[in-house]
Nanobody, 121 residues
């Protein structure tokens, strides 16, 4: 069974950092694009960042560009989201997703269960 499991969420003060991880199991995702999305209470799920299969192509939402960095380690079947200079508006459940092609749309084929990130002011 294909699984994506996020970890690394938590409570952090504004200006702090967190590193999210997403470990894939069940099959290799080395040929898939990987993405991070987030959903705050009462809001729609929104795109955060994505990376293609090789790691050479990345995309970011304008709201996180310059603060967040997506990366992947195909040997470990894991994708990461380094989040710096966190703001209270970054508070959300963060989801990892996998898809055959890189896209900013929430149409990814496989999804994790999410990890909560809370940024206090």
């Amino acid at each position: 069974q294909v699984q994506l499991v996020e970890s690394g969420g938590g409570l952090v003060q504004a200006g702090g950092s967190l590193r999210l991880s997403c470990a894939a199991s069940g099959r290799t995702f080395n040929s898939d694009a990987m993405g991070w999305f987030r959903q705050a209470p009462g809001k729609e799920r929104e795109f955060v960042a994505a990376i293609n299969w090789s790691g050479f192509s990345t995309r970011y939402a304008s709201s996180v560009k310059g603060r967040f960095t997506i990366s992947r380690d195909n040997a470990k079947n894991t994708v990461y989201l380094q989040m710096n200079s966190l703001k209270p508006e970054d508070t959300a459940v963060y989801y990892c997703a996998a898809n055959p092609v890189i896209t900013t749309a929430p149409s990814y084929r496989h999804w994790g269960q999410g990890t909560q990130v809370t940024v206090s002011s």
